[in-house]
């Protein structure tokens, strides 16, 4: 077994071989490869890897000026998974490159392990986010270092290929934050209890792990965002764009639902605000989006 240390932060998790593997370093089909990778944005910015999460990893061969084509087998790497175990990075497969030819290095999480095309790769955020485990199985990150080259010793031998990864999400945060408007007071405001409903998006998406592009699909629905006080509420999107004047925010205070109504454009790896007011006497609520 290849065990590949981590050196987590915050922002940067680090792979690094711990065992080397019993190989000829001299033999340039069998350079291992060496992994740094980092978080750049994700909807756990402040949070590290858990015991337990797996990740994907793709490497192709440079054709020429290019990388190859991702393919769904027949890669340098196929999708091979590796597993945190608290300190430690570990996978049941070598990952062997070449010294004579430049890489490519795709990675993605969660793991999955049956991906029929890494071009088409079908996910879904959770239509209930309203459930922490649920917002949390919603995130997605992806990475790559699209030009490997190989490290040299003094004795002109290859010794490693260095990918260096910088993973974000290409998914939209979307923070939701409520204000009390004409009919109530403070006291009314804190007493009443509020809920909210994101209408009109996509919950699917087909990704590109060979680009991390992510295309919405399938029909539009409803997702129901996570609350993290009283009056805020956070929910992870597709990017898309929702066409103006729709309905797009349900919000429901002491039993009585409130519409605004809006169009937007959740783009990729970013956060934006819904900031609204509610207005009791006219059963209204202002706002705006960014």
Not at 56 to 79: F, I, M
Request: negative net charge; proline residues 3%.
């Amino acid at each position: 077994m290849k065990k590949v240390l981590a050196s987590v932060a915050i922002a940067s998790l680090l792979f690094s071989c711990s065992e080397k593997p019993d190989t000829d370093k001299s033999d340039s089909d069998r350079i291992p490869l060496n992994l740094s990778v980092t978080i750049k944005w994700s909807k756990d910015t402040d949070k590290n890897f858990q015991t337990g999460a797996e990740i994907g990893v793709y490497v192709v061969n440079y054709n020429g000026s290019n990388p190859d084509v991702l393919k769904s087998k027949g890669n340098l790497a196929d999708n091979v998974r590796f597993i945190y175990d608290g300190s430690d990075w570990n996978t049941n497969e070598e990952v062997f490159l070449t010294g004579d030819n430049a890489s490519a290095c795709y990675v993605y999480y969660p793991y999955t392990s049956s991906i029929a095309s890494p071009t088409e790769y079908l996910f879904s955020v959770q239509k209930d986010q309203s459930i922490k485990e649920n917002y949390d199985a919603s995130n997605f990150l992806w990475g790559e270092d699209n030009y490997i080259d190989v490290s040299w010793g003094k004795d002109g031998i290859a010794v490693s290929k260095e990918a260096s990864i910088s993973t974000e999400s290409p998914l939209s945060l979307v923070k939701i934050i409520l204000q009390p408007g004409n009919g109530f007071t403070e006291d009314t405001w804190n007493a009443v209890i509020k809920s909210v409903r994101i209408s009109g998006v996509k919950t699917s998406a087909i990704i590109n792990l060979s680009t991390g592009f992510v295309t919405a699909t399938g029909n539009a629905g409803e997702i129901i965002p996570l609350a993290t006080s009283e009056d805020k509420f956070e929910a992870i999107m597709i990017p898309q764009k929702i066409a103006d004047n729709s309905r797009i925010v349900v919000i429901n205070v002491d039993g009585i639902d409130y519409f605004y109504y809006s169009g937007a454009k959740f783009e990729a790896a970013r956060a934006h605000r819904f900031v609204l007011t509610i207005n009791k006497t006219e059963n209204t609520v202002d706002g705006w989006f960014v």
